[in-house]
Protein backbone atom coordinates (compact mmCIF):
# COMPACT_ATOMS: atom_id res chain seq x y z
CA UNK A 1 0.00 0.00 0.00
CA UNK A 2 1.62 3.68 -0.62
CA UNK A 3 2.31 6.17 1.89
CA UNK A 4 0.21 9.44 1.86
CA UNK A 5 2.36 12.31 0.68
CA UNK A 6 2.14 15.46 3.30
CA UNK A 7 2.38 18.87 3.69
CA UNK A 8 2.61 19.62 7.40
CA UNK A 9 1.38 23.38 6.70
CA UNK A 10 -1.38 24.04 4.47
CA UNK A 11 -0.78 25.74 1.23
CA UNK A 12 -1.53 29.46 0.84
CA UNK A 13 -1.77 31.14 -2.44
CA UNK A 14 1.57 31.80 -3.67
CA UNK A 15 3.40 35.11 -2.86
CA UNK A 16 6.16 34.96 -5.13
CA UNK A 17 5.68 36.59 -8.81
CA UNK A 18 7.76 34.65 -11.87
CA UNK A 19 5.12 35.48 -14.66
CA UNK A 20 8.22 38.54 -15.18
CA UNK A 21 10.56 36.05 -16.59
CA UNK A 22 11.02 36.00 -20.43
CA UNK A 23 8.81 33.07 -22.11
CA UNK A 24 8.69 31.90 -25.39
CA UNK A 25 5.61 32.45 -27.51
CA UNK A 26 3.88 30.32 -30.16
CA UNK A 27 1.36 31.41 -32.03
CA UNK A 28 -1.30 29.88 -33.48
CA UNK A 29 -4.87 30.24 -35.08
CA UNK A 30 -6.82 28.07 -32.36
CA UNK A 31 -5.75 27.23 -28.77
CA UNK A 32 -7.63 24.35 -27.35
CA UNK A 33 -7.19 23.81 -23.30
CA UNK A 34 -7.57 20.18 -22.61
CA UNK A 35 -7.53 16.92 -24.53
CA UNK A 36 -10.92 15.27 -23.93
CA UNK A 37 -13.65 14.62 -26.38
CA UNK A 38 -15.17 18.28 -26.83
CA UNK A 39 -11.41 19.72 -27.11
CA UNK A 40 -10.09 16.76 -30.01
CA UNK A 41 -13.36 17.40 -31.59
CA UNK A 42 -12.60 20.85 -32.07
CA UNK A 43 -9.46 20.38 -33.33
CA UNK A 44 -10.31 17.37 -35.46
CA UNK A 45 -12.98 19.36 -37.04
CA UNK A 46 -10.90 22.22 -37.67
CA UNK A 47 -8.66 20.16 -39.78
CA UNK A 48 -10.62 17.99 -41.47
CA UNK A 49 -12.38 21.55 -42.58
CA UNK A 50 -9.27 22.92 -43.59
CA UNK A 51 -8.26 19.62 -45.70
CA UNK A 52 -11.50 19.71 -47.40
CA UNK A 53 -10.97 23.34 -48.65
CA UNK A 54 -7.31 22.88 -48.96
CA UNK A 55 -6.40 25.44 -46.67
CA UNK A 56 -4.19 26.08 -43.49
CA UNK A 57 -5.37 26.57 -39.74
CA UNK A 58 -2.71 26.15 -36.85
CA UNK A 59 -4.10 24.05 -34.17
CA UNK A 60 -2.94 23.65 -30.93
CA UNK A 61 -4.36 21.42 -28.16
CA UNK A 62 -2.67 20.96 -24.38
CA UNK A 63 -3.68 18.25 -21.54
CA UNK A 64 -2.51 18.42 -18.06
CA UNK A 65 -2.61 14.56 -18.40
CA UNK A 66 0.99 13.04 -19.10
CA UNK A 67 -0.48 11.40 -21.93
CA UNK A 68 -4.31 11.85 -23.41
CA UNK A 69 -6.85 9.87 -21.68
CA UNK A 70 -5.11 9.45 -18.81
CA UNK A 71 -7.31 12.24 -16.82
CA UNK A 72 -10.28 10.84 -18.43
CA UNK A 73 -12.94 9.09 -16.84
CA UNK A 74 -16.63 8.13 -16.95
CA UNK A 75 -19.17 5.39 -16.77
CA UNK A 76 -19.38 5.28 -20.04
CA UNK A 77 -22.33 4.36 -22.05
CA UNK A 78 -22.07 6.71 -25.15
CA UNK A 79 -24.03 7.60 -28.28
CA UNK A 80 -22.35 7.96 -31.30
CA UNK A 81 -23.75 10.88 -33.71
CA UNK A 82 -20.78 13.34 -32.90
CA UNK A 83 -17.96 10.87 -33.53
CA UNK A 84 -19.77 9.76 -36.68
CA UNK A 85 -19.71 13.28 -37.82
CA UNK A 86 -16.29 13.16 -37.48
CA UNK A 87 -15.59 9.72 -38.88
CA UNK A 88 -18.35 8.09 -40.34
CA UNK A 89 -16.16 4.83 -41.30
CA UNK A 90 -14.99 5.35 -37.31
CA UNK A 91 -15.54 1.22 -37.18
CA UNK A 92 -13.08 0.84 -40.16
CA UNK A 93 -10.84 3.06 -38.27
CA UNK A 94 -10.98 0.88 -35.41
CA UNK A 95 -12.30 3.08 -33.05
CA UNK A 96 -12.89 1.24 -29.69
CA UNK A 97 -16.23 0.80 -28.90
CA UNK A 98 -16.91 -2.58 -28.94
CA UNK A 99 -19.50 -3.81 -26.53
CA UNK A 100 -23.09 -2.72 -28.17
CA UNK A 101 -25.11 -1.47 -25.12
CA UNK A 102 -28.07 -4.88 -25.49
CA UNK A 103 -30.21 -4.49 -22.48
CA UNK A 104 -31.49 -1.51 -20.29
CA UNK A 105 -32.86 -2.28 -16.91
CA UNK A 106 -33.49 0.46 -13.71
CA UNK A 107 -33.70 -0.89 -9.61
CA UNK A 108 -34.95 0.36 -6.95
CA UNK A 109 -32.87 -0.43 -4.29
CA UNK A 110 -33.78 -0.95 -0.17
CA UNK A 111 -30.93 -2.02 2.07
CA UNK A 112 -31.45 -5.76 0.87
CA UNK A 113 -33.47 -6.03 -2.11
CA UNK A 114 -33.46 -4.62 -5.73
CA UNK A 115 -37.01 -3.96 -7.05
CA UNK A 116 -37.57 -3.22 -11.19
CA UNK A 117 -38.84 0.53 -11.90
CA UNK A 118 -40.47 1.37 -15.56
CA UNK A 119 -37.19 2.12 -17.64
CA UNK A 120 -37.60 6.52 -18.40
CA UNK A 121 -37.00 7.29 -22.35
CA UNK A 122 -34.50 9.15 -21.55
CA UNK A 123 -32.19 6.37 -20.39
CA UNK A 124 -33.31 3.79 -23.70
CA UNK A 125 -29.31 2.77 -24.53
CA UNK A 126 -30.14 1.30 -27.88
CA UNK A 127 -27.47 1.99 -30.77
CA UNK A 128 -25.34 2.75 -27.70
CA UNK A 129 -21.62 1.71 -27.04
CA UNK A 130 -20.24 0.73 -23.46
CA UNK A 131 -16.73 1.58 -23.89
CA UNK A 132 -13.20 3.08 -21.57
CA UNK A 133 -14.34 7.12 -22.46
CA UNK A 134 -10.12 6.82 -21.72
CA UNK A 135 -9.30 4.52 -24.38
CA UNK A 136 -11.82 6.39 -26.82
CA UNK A 137 -10.10 9.70 -26.04
CA UNK A 138 -6.66 8.17 -26.62
CA UNK A 139 -8.08 7.08 -30.19
CA UNK A 140 -8.94 10.56 -30.78
CA UNK A 141 -5.69 11.75 -29.77
CA UNK A 142 -4.40 9.91 -32.33
CA UNK A 143 -6.59 11.34 -35.37
CA UNK A 144 -6.47 14.36 -34.87
CA UNK A 145 -2.41 13.91 -34.32
CA UNK A 146 -2.84 12.20 -38.03
CA UNK A 147 -4.52 15.76 -39.15
CA UNK A 148 -1.98 18.14 -37.99
CA UNK A 149 -3.15 19.07 -34.70
CA UNK A 150 -0.07 19.69 -32.20
CA UNK A 151 -1.28 17.85 -29.39
CA UNK A 152 0.84 18.44 -26.11
CA UNK A 153 0.14 15.96 -23.31
CA UNK A 154 1.89 16.79 -20.26
CA UNK A 155 1.30 19.77 -20.05
CA UNK A 156 -1.15 22.01 -17.87
CA UNK A 157 -2.56 25.56 -18.86
CA UNK A 158 -2.02 27.93 -15.56
CA UNK A 159 -2.62 31.34 -17.02
CA UNK A 160 -5.09 33.23 -19.22
CA UNK A 161 -3.54 35.95 -21.72
CA UNK A 162 -5.74 38.96 -21.85
CA UNK A 163 -5.13 41.96 -24.08
CA UNK A 164 -5.24 45.48 -22.72
CA UNK A 165 -9.13 45.58 -23.90
CA UNK A 166 -10.26 42.20 -21.82
CA UNK A 167 -10.09 40.15 -24.99
CA UNK A 168 -8.39 36.68 -24.58
CA UNK A 169 -5.50 36.25 -26.49
CA UNK A 170 -4.25 31.99 -25.45
CA UNK A 171 -2.50 30.76 -22.29
CA UNK A 172 0.44 30.40 -20.36
CA UNK A 173 1.50 26.78 -19.58
CA UNK A 174 2.54 26.47 -16.20
CA UNK A 175 6.04 26.50 -14.86
CA UNK A 176 8.02 23.62 -14.61
CA UNK A 177 10.94 23.05 -12.09
CA UNK A 178 9.37 25.21 -9.07
CA UNK A 179 9.57 24.47 -5.58
CA UNK A 180 7.54 24.34 -2.34
CA UNK A 181 8.25 27.75 -1.79
CA UNK A 182 7.20 29.16 -5.15
CA UNK A 183 11.15 29.83 -6.16
CA UNK A 184 12.98 28.45 -9.29
CA UNK A 185 15.22 25.23 -8.69
CA UNK A 186 18.17 24.76 -11.33
CA UNK A 187 15.72 22.46 -13.25
CA UNK A 188 13.57 26.34 -13.70
CA UNK A 189 11.78 26.45 -17.27
CA UNK A 190 9.15 28.80 -17.78
CA UNK A 191 6.19 28.19 -19.34
CA UNK A 192 5.57 29.00 -23.03
CA UNK A 193 3.26 31.69 -23.97
CA UNK A 194 0.56 30.31 -26.86
CA UNK A 195 -1.28 32.69 -28.61
CA UNK A 196 -4.24 32.32 -30.46
CA UNK A 197 -6.79 34.16 -32.78
CA UNK A 198 -9.16 31.84 -30.91
CA UNK A 199 -9.28 29.88 -27.34
CA UNK A 200 -11.55 27.21 -26.84
CA UNK A 201 -11.93 26.29 -23.36
CA UNK A 202 -12.43 22.63 -22.71
CA UNK A 203 -10.92 21.86 -19.22
CA UNK A 204 -13.93 19.65 -18.52
CA UNK A 205 -15.94 20.07 -14.96
CA UNK A 206 -14.95 23.19 -13.22
CA UNK A 207 -11.58 24.07 -15.23
CA UNK A 208 -8.99 26.12 -13.07
CA UNK A 209 -8.96 28.64 -15.63
CA UNK A 210 -12.44 28.85 -16.71
CA UNK A 211 -13.73 29.51 -13.34
CA UNK A 212 -11.68 32.47 -13.16
CA UNK A 213 -12.48 33.13 -16.65
CA UNK A 214 -16.74 32.96 -16.07
CA UNK A 215 -16.58 35.69 -12.65
CA UNK A 216 -13.69 37.96 -14.56
CA UNK A 217 -15.96 38.48 -17.82
CA UNK A 218 -19.66 37.78 -15.90
CA UNK A 219 -20.61 35.29 -18.02
CA UNK A 220 -22.76 34.04 -15.98
CA UNK A 221 -25.60 36.11 -14.47
CA UNK A 222 -26.02 37.11 -11.35
CA UNK A 223 -27.73 34.49 -9.29
CA UNK A 224 -26.58 31.86 -11.52
CA UNK A 225 -24.39 28.72 -10.42
CA UNK A 226 -23.75 25.58 -11.80
CA UNK A 227 -24.52 22.09 -9.40
CA UNK A 228 -22.38 19.23 -9.50
CA UNK A 229 -22.04 15.45 -8.60
CA UNK A 230 -19.10 13.39 -7.45
CA UNK A 231 -19.09 10.14 -9.59
CA UNK A 232 -17.00 7.42 -7.75
CA UNK A 233 -16.34 4.08 -10.44
CA UNK A 234 -14.23 1.01 -10.57
CA UNK A 235 -13.64 -1.77 -13.29
CA UNK A 236 -13.80 -5.43 -12.18
CA UNK A 237 -13.03 -8.27 -13.91
CA UNK A 238 -15.73 -10.84 -13.28
CA UNK A 239 -16.81 -14.34 -13.27
CA UNK A 240 -17.34 -14.88 -17.33
CA UNK A 241 -20.60 -17.10 -15.64
CA UNK A 242 -21.72 -13.76 -14.27
CA UNK A 243 -21.20 -11.26 -17.60
CA UNK A 244 -23.38 -10.37 -19.72
CA UNK A 245 -22.23 -7.95 -22.40
CA UNK A 246 -24.65 -5.14 -23.36
CA UNK A 247 -26.23 -4.88 -19.86
CA UNK A 248 -26.99 -1.53 -18.74
CA UNK A 249 -28.47 -1.25 -15.25
CA UNK A 250 -28.86 1.90 -13.49
CA UNK A 251 -30.56 2.21 -10.04
CA UNK A 252 -31.82 4.44 -7.33
CA UNK A 253 -32.13 4.35 -4.02
CA UNK A 254 -29.57 2.76 -1.81
CA UNK A 255 -27.25 3.48 -0.06
CA UNK A 256 -28.35 6.93 -0.07
CA UNK A 257 -31.20 8.44 1.70
CA UNK A 258 -34.40 10.17 0.19
CA UNK A 259 -33.01 13.33 0.48
CA UNK A 260 -30.12 12.95 -1.70
CA UNK A 261 -29.69 12.89 -5.46
CA UNK A 262 -27.71 10.33 -6.53
CA UNK A 263 -27.80 6.25 -7.67
CA UNK A 264 -25.61 3.58 -9.22
CA UNK A 265 -24.90 2.48 -12.66
CA UNK A 266 -23.46 -1.16 -13.96
CA UNK A 267 -22.12 -1.54 -17.01
CA UNK A 268 -21.18 -4.97 -18.38
CA UNK A 269 -18.41 -3.96 -21.09
CA UNK A 270 -16.35 -6.67 -23.27
CA UNK A 271 -13.86 -9.31 -21.96
CA UNK A 272 -15.30 -9.94 -18.62
CA UNK A 273 -14.87 -6.73 -17.66
CA UNK A 274 -17.79 -4.53 -15.80
CA UNK A 275 -18.15 -1.06 -14.84
CA UNK A 276 -19.43 0.32 -12.10
CA UNK A 277 -19.76 3.17 -9.88
CA UNK A 278 -21.98 5.27 -7.67
CA UNK A 279 -23.00 9.26 -8.14
CA UNK A 280 -23.64 10.94 -5.34
CA UNK A 281 -25.09 14.89 -5.85
CA UNK A 282 -22.95 17.26 -3.85
CA UNK A 283 -25.52 19.45 -2.88
CA UNK A 284 -26.39 16.82 0.35
CA UNK A 285 -27.00 18.16 3.60
CA UNK A 286 -25.06 15.96 5.83
CA UNK A 287 -21.38 17.10 6.67
CA UNK A 288 -20.57 13.30 7.72
CA UNK A 289 -21.82 11.34 4.34
CA UNK A 290 -18.50 10.23 2.49
CA UNK A 291 -19.46 9.66 -1.38
CA UNK A 292 -16.53 7.06 -0.85
CA UNK A 293 -17.57 5.56 1.92
CA UNK A 294 -21.13 5.32 -0.07
CA UNK A 295 -19.78 3.42 -2.33
CA UNK A 296 -18.50 1.04 -0.57
CA UNK A 297 -21.78 0.50 0.66
CA UNK A 298 -23.28 0.20 -3.20
CA UNK A 299 -20.80 -2.76 -3.74
CA UNK A 300 -21.69 -4.65 -0.35
CA UNK A 301 -25.52 -4.87 -1.63
CA UNK A 302 -26.30 -8.46 -2.34
CA UNK A 303 -27.63 -7.35 -5.78
CA UNK A 304 -23.94 -5.67 -6.66
CA UNK A 305 -21.92 -8.39 -4.27
CA UNK A 306 -23.32 -11.12 -6.41
CA UNK A 307 -21.97 -9.85 -9.40
CA UNK A 308 -18.69 -9.05 -8.20
CA UNK A 309 -17.82 -11.81 -5.61
CA UNK A 310 -15.17 -13.77 -7.35
CA UNK A 311 -13.84 -10.82 -9.09
CA UNK A 312 -11.00 -8.71 -8.90
CA UNK A 313 -10.49 -5.04 -9.32
CA UNK A 314 -9.20 -3.23 -12.57
CA UNK A 315 -8.80 0.42 -11.53
CA UNK A 316 -10.74 3.10 -9.36
CA UNK A 317 -11.67 6.67 -10.51
CA UNK A 318 -13.76 9.38 -9.62
CA UNK A 319 -14.68 12.89 -11.08
CA UNK A 320 -17.31 15.78 -10.78
CA UNK A 321 -19.97 16.37 -12.99
CA UNK A 322 -21.79 19.06 -13.95
CA UNK A 323 -25.20 18.72 -12.94
CA UNK A 324 -27.12 22.41 -13.27
CA UNK A 325 -28.46 21.52 -16.86
CA UNK A 326 -29.83 24.62 -19.20
CA UNK A 327 -30.30 27.27 -16.16
CA UNK A 328 -26.46 26.82 -15.59
CA UNK A 329 -25.03 27.37 -18.49
CA UNK A 330 -23.03 30.21 -18.43
CA UNK A 331 -22.91 32.35 -21.54
CA UNK A 332 -20.76 30.35 -23.97
CA UNK A 333 -18.70 33.46 -25.86
CA UNK A 334 -16.24 36.16 -24.77
CA UNK A 335 -13.73 38.30 -27.30
CA UNK A 336 -11.44 35.87 -28.19
CA UNK A 337 -12.82 32.50 -27.76
CA UNK A 338 -15.96 30.17 -26.06
CA UNK A 339 -16.71 27.39 -23.68
CA UNK A 340 -17.08 23.79 -24.86
CA UNK A 341 -17.54 20.52 -23.31
CA UNK A 342 -18.16 20.08 -19.61
CA UNK A 343 -16.08 23.44 -18.95
CA UNK A 344 -20.01 24.83 -20.30
CA UNK A 345 -22.04 22.35 -18.77
CA UNK A 346 -23.82 20.02 -21.38
CA UNK A 347 -24.44 17.39 -19.30
CA UNK A 348 -27.58 15.34 -19.45
CA UNK A 349 -28.91 14.53 -16.27
CA UNK A 350 -31.23 12.14 -16.93
CA UNK A 351 -29.44 10.36 -19.99
CA UNK A 352 -26.29 10.06 -17.27
CA UNK A 353 -24.61 11.48 -20.96
CA UNK A 354 -22.48 14.14 -21.79
CA UNK A 355 -19.85 12.99 -24.21
CA UNK A 356 -21.91 13.30 -26.87
CA UNK A 357 -22.94 16.75 -26.48
CA UNK A 358 -19.32 17.62 -25.45
CA UNK A 359 -17.98 16.63 -28.98
CA UNK A 360 -20.92 18.00 -30.95
CA UNK A 361 -20.24 21.23 -29.12
CA UNK A 362 -16.73 21.25 -30.40
CA UNK A 363 -17.60 20.63 -33.45
CA UNK A 364 -19.88 23.71 -33.82
CA UNK A 365 -16.99 25.72 -32.07
CA UNK A 366 -14.89 24.45 -34.16
CA UNK A 367 -16.92 25.61 -37.52
CA UNK A 368 -17.72 28.82 -35.98
CA UNK A 369 -13.81 29.53 -35.35
CA UNK A 370 -13.09 28.71 -39.02
CA UNK A 371 -15.64 30.59 -40.41
CA UNK A 372 -14.16 33.59 -38.99
CA UNK A 373 -10.36 32.62 -39.24
CA UNK A 374 -10.18 31.13 -42.81
CA UNK A 375 -13.41 31.86 -44.29
CA UNK A 376 -13.90 35.41 -43.18
CA UNK A 377 -10.30 35.88 -42.44
CA UNK A 378 -10.72 37.51 -39.13
CA UNK A 379 -8.57 38.24 -36.32
CA UNK A 380 -5.43 38.91 -38.53
CA UNK A 381 -5.06 42.99 -37.19
CA UNK A 382 -5.39 41.75 -33.55
CA UNK A 383 -9.07 42.59 -33.25
CA UNK A 384 -10.44 39.77 -31.39
CA UNK A 385 -12.62 36.94 -32.68
CA UNK A 386 -16.28 37.47 -31.49
CA UNK A 387 -17.78 33.70 -31.62
CA UNK A 388 -21.36 34.59 -31.43
CA UNK A 389 -22.71 32.61 -33.57
CA UNK A 390 -21.97 29.39 -31.72
CA UNK A 391 -23.74 30.41 -29.37
CA UNK A 392 -26.95 30.77 -31.89
CA UNK A 393 -25.99 27.41 -33.11
CA UNK A 394 -26.13 26.07 -30.15
CA UNK A 395 -29.58 27.26 -29.45
CA UNK A 396 -30.49 25.61 -32.89
CA UNK A 397 -28.92 22.58 -32.27
CA UNK A 398 -29.56 18.99 -30.87
CA UNK A 399 -27.67 19.64 -27.10
CA UNK A 400 -30.42 22.64 -26.58
CA UNK A 401 -33.21 20.65 -27.69
CA UNK A 402 -31.98 17.89 -25.01
CA UNK A 403 -31.28 19.86 -22.29
CA UNK A 404 -34.43 22.04 -22.64
CA UNK A 405 -36.42 18.90 -22.54
CA UNK A 406 -34.69 17.78 -19.30
CA UNK A 407 -34.64 21.40 -17.76
CA UNK A 408 -36.80 20.24 -14.81
CA UNK A 409 -35.98 16.92 -13.88
CA UNK A 410 -32.70 17.46 -11.62
CA UNK A 411 -33.91 20.77 -9.44
CA UNK A 412 -37.32 18.51 -9.17
CA UNK A 413 -35.42 16.33 -6.41
CA UNK A 414 -35.37 19.46 -4.21
CA UNK A 415 -38.94 19.16 -3.26
CA UNK A 416 -40.00 18.60 0.31
CA UNK A 417 -40.63 14.85 -1.36
CA UNK A 418 -36.78 14.41 -2.32
CA UNK A 419 -36.41 11.25 -3.97
CA UNK A 420 -39.97 10.41 -4.51
CA UNK A 421 -41.05 13.77 -5.31
CA UNK A 422 -38.19 14.27 -8.10
CA UNK A 423 -38.97 10.42 -9.44
CA UNK A 424 -42.77 11.44 -10.29
CA UNK A 425 -42.49 14.34 -11.71
CA UNK A 426 -38.91 13.23 -13.85
CA UNK A 427 -41.38 10.14 -14.65
CA UNK A 428 -44.05 12.88 -15.64
CA UNK A 429 -41.53 14.90 -17.41
CA UNK A 430 -39.66 12.75 -19.36
CA UNK A 431 -42.59 10.73 -20.56
CA UNK A 432 -45.52 12.63 -21.39
CA UNK A 433 -44.57 16.77 -21.25
CA UNK A 434 -41.20 16.50 -22.60
CA UNK A 435 -40.22 20.12 -20.98
CA UNK A 436 -43.31 21.45 -22.78
CA UNK A 437 -44.68 24.01 -19.68
CA UNK A 438 -44.30 27.49 -19.43
CA UNK A 439 -41.88 27.53 -16.10
CA UNK A 440 -38.54 26.53 -15.44
CA UNK A 441 -37.64 25.12 -11.31
CA UNK A 442 -34.10 26.67 -10.38
CA UNK A 443 -31.51 25.10 -8.58
CA UNK A 444 -31.93 25.92 -4.46
CA UNK A 445 -28.18 27.05 -4.00
CA UNK A 446 -24.45 26.52 -5.05
CA UNK A 447 -23.16 23.04 -3.70
CA UNK A 448 -20.95 24.38 -0.79
CA UNK A 449 -23.98 26.32 0.51
CA UNK A 450 -26.19 22.95 1.06
CA UNK A 451 -23.77 21.95 3.64
CA UNK A 452 -25.67 22.06 6.99
CA UNK A 453 -23.92 22.00 10.20
CA UNK A 454 -22.71 18.86 12.23
CA UNK A 455 -24.95 19.62 15.11
CA UNK A 456 -28.09 18.97 13.06
CA UNK A 457 -27.25 15.94 12.09
CA UNK A 458 -25.39 12.50 13.40
CA UNK A 459 -22.19 10.75 12.60
CA UNK A 460 -22.74 7.92 9.95
CA UNK A 461 -21.69 4.50 11.29
CA UNK A 462 -20.18 3.09 8.11
CA UNK A 463 -18.91 -0.74 8.02
CA UNK A 464 -15.16 -1.89 7.66
CA UNK A 465 -13.99 -2.99 4.54
CA UNK A 466 -13.76 -6.90 4.31
CA UNK A 467 -10.79 -6.38 1.54
CA UNK A 468 -12.77 -8.20 -1.32
CA UNK A 469 -15.69 -6.29 -2.36
CA UNK A 470 -14.97 -3.24 0.14
CA UNK A 471 -11.84 -1.47 0.44
CA UNK A 472 -10.33 1.39 2.21
CA UNK A 473 -9.62 4.42 0.69
CA UNK A 474 -5.96 4.20 -0.07
CA UNK A 475 -5.54 1.18 -1.38
CA UNK A 476 -8.21 2.01 -3.54
CA UNK A 477 -6.28 5.51 -4.07
CA UNK A 478 -3.44 3.12 -5.02
CA UNK A 479 -5.06 1.99 -8.33
CA UNK A 480 -5.85 5.40 -9.90
CA UNK A 481 -1.71 5.51 -10.40
CA UNK A 482 -1.67 9.22 -8.82
CA UNK A 483 1.77 10.87 -8.25
CA UNK A 484 2.86 14.38 -8.23
CA UNK A 485 6.19 15.57 -7.91
CA UNK A 486 7.38 16.04 -4.38
CA UNK A 487 9.74 18.85 -4.48
CA UNK A 488 6.74 21.34 -6.21
CA UNK A 489 3.83 24.02 -4.94
CA UNK A 490 1.17 21.99 -3.29
CA UNK A 491 -1.53 22.64 -6.36
CA UNK A 492 -4.21 22.98 -3.63
CA UNK A 493 -4.06 26.31 -2.03
CA UNK A 494 -5.85 27.92 0.49
CA UNK A 495 -6.97 31.57 0.40
CA UNK A 496 -6.93 31.73 4.49
CA UNK A 497 -4.68 28.82 5.84
CA UNK A 498 -6.84 29.30 9.25
CA UNK A 499 -9.92 29.08 8.02
CA UNK A 500 -10.30 24.96 8.12
CA UNK A 501 -9.28 24.58 12.01
CA UNK A 502 -11.07 27.82 13.09
CA UNK A 503 -14.02 27.42 11.17
CA UNK A 504 -14.75 24.19 8.74
CA UNK A 505 -13.67 21.83 11.78
CA UNK A 506 -16.14 22.91 14.53
CA UNK A 507 -19.07 23.62 12.68
CA UNK A 508 -19.32 21.23 10.09
CA UNK A 509 -16.81 18.63 11.65
CA UNK A 510 -14.14 18.70 9.17
CA UNK A 511 -16.39 17.53 6.26
CA UNK A 512 -12.72 17.76 3.53
CA UNK A 513 -12.08 14.57 5.24
CA UNK A 514 -14.76 12.62 3.72
CA UNK A 515 -15.66 14.29 0.52
CA UNK A 516 -12.40 13.98 -0.88
CA UNK A 517 -12.37 10.28 -2.53
CA UNK A 518 -8.51 10.16 -2.34
CA UNK A 519 -7.68 11.06 0.83
CA UNK A 520 -6.12 14.46 0.59
CA UNK A 521 -7.38 16.25 3.94
CA UNK A 522 -6.84 14.97 7.09
CA UNK A 523 -7.15 16.82 10.71
CA UNK A 524 -4.46 15.88 12.60
CA UNK A 525 -2.80 16.55 16.02
CA UNK A 526 -0.90 19.68 16.11
CA UNK A 527 2.39 18.92 18.14
CA UNK A 528 3.00 22.29 18.32
CA UNK A 529 -0.16 23.10 19.98
CA UNK A 530 -1.04 19.79 22.16
CA UNK A 531 -4.66 19.38 22.58
CA UNK A 532 -5.44 20.85 19.15
CA UNK A 533 -5.75 19.87 15.31
CA UNK A 534 -3.71 21.58 12.42
CA UNK A 535 -5.39 20.82 8.74
CA UNK A 536 -2.91 19.07 6.69
CA UNK A 537 -3.08 18.79 2.66
CA UNK A 538 -1.88 15.20 1.63
CA UNK A 539 -1.36 16.57 -2.33
CA UNK A 540 0.44 13.65 -3.30
CA UNK A 541 -2.57 11.58 -3.43
CA UNK A 542 -4.85 13.97 -5.66
CA UNK A 543 -6.74 12.26 -8.31
CA UNK A 544 -7.95 16.10 -9.69
CA UNK A 545 -11.85 15.70 -9.29
CA UNK A 546 -12.01 19.22 -8.26
CA UNK A 547 -14.86 18.04 -5.53
CA UNK A 548 -13.01 20.03 -2.95
CA UNK A 549 -13.23 23.54 -4.75
CA UNK A 550 -16.87 23.05 -5.24
CA UNK A 551 -17.76 21.68 -2.25
CA UNK A 552 -16.09 23.48 0.79
CA UNK A 553 -18.21 25.23 2.57
CA UNK A 554 -15.76 27.99 3.11
CA UNK A 555 -15.03 28.35 -0.48
CA UNK A 556 -11.31 28.30 1.01
CA UNK A 557 -9.96 26.10 -1.28
CA UNK A 558 -8.39 26.47 -4.57
CA UNK A 559 -7.53 23.93 -7.31
CA UNK A 560 -4.93 24.89 -9.43
CA UNK A 561 -2.98 23.01 -11.73
CA UNK A 562 0.32 21.29 -10.56
CA UNK A 563 3.33 20.59 -12.96
CA UNK A 564 1.80 18.77 -16.29
CA UNK A 565 1.63 15.44 -16.41
CA UNK A 566 0.96 15.02 -12.54
CA UNK A 567 -2.08 13.99 -11.91
CA UNK A 568 -4.20 9.86 -12.06
CA UNK A 569 -3.24 7.48 -14.62
CA UNK A 570 -5.96 5.50 -15.34
CA UNK A 571 -6.96 2.71 -17.09
CA UNK A 572 -10.07 1.28 -19.29
CA UNK A 573 -11.98 3.82 -17.33
Known amino acids: MRAFSTTRNAQVEPTVDLKSEPREVMDYDVVIVG ?17 KEDKEINVVVVEKGGEIGAHTLSGACIETGPLEELFPDWKEQGAPLNQPALHDQMKLLTAKHAFPLPHPPQMNNEGNYIVSLSNVVKWLGEKAEELGVD ?17 VHGIVTNDAGVDKGFKPKESYTPGIELRGKVTLFAEGCHGSLTKGLIRKLKLREEGQFQTYGLGIKEVWEVDPAKHSPGDVIHTMGYPLNYSTYGGGFIYHMEDNKVSLGLVVGLDYQNPYLSPYKEFQRFKAHPFVTNLLKGGRVLSYGARALVEGGLQSLPKLFFPGGALIGDTAGFLNVPKIKGTHNAMKSGILAADSAYKAIVTESKGQDGTPIVMADYEEAFKASSIYQELYEVRNVRPSFHSPLGMWGGMMWSGLDTMFLKGRVPFTFQH ?36 TGT ?71 AQNINWAVPEGGDGPQYVDT
Open 35 to 51: GGPAGLAAGIRLKQQAA
Open 151 to 167: VFPGTAASDIIFAPDGS
Open 444 to 479: AHPDHAMLQPAAMHQPIDYPKPDNEITFDLLTSVSR
Open 483 to 553: NHAEDQPVHLRLKDSTVEVKENLPLYAGPEQRFCPAGVYEYVDDEANPGKKRFQINSQNCIHCKTCDIKDP
